[in-house]
């Protein structure tokens, strides 16, 4: 029985969990969320060398090969009363 969800050779959680890892990737950028980006696209892209753009990459390009089929997950919610049911942590 291997309990690890993965095979790979070198894999884990970063020491203190992952908020302090994208603390510090971010450490000294301005992040700025919930913001219409194409409302003002122009100002977005004159302000800084590099922007990170996380919205639907069909939309950032204009939809030039149309609009892009998505994936989509839809979660269902069941109790089941069992001491370890998985036998894993994932």
Known sequence: ????????????????????LIDALLDGSDVLTGTDFFADRTRWEQMADK????????QYFGYCYGHLDYRTVRFETETIHEANLQGNAV
């Open 51 to 58: 922007v990170v753009f996380t919205g639907c990459i069909d």
């Open 1 to 20: 029985f291997d309990n690890n969800y993965f095979n790979d050779s070198y894999q884990g959680i970063p020491i203190g969990g992952y908020n302090p």
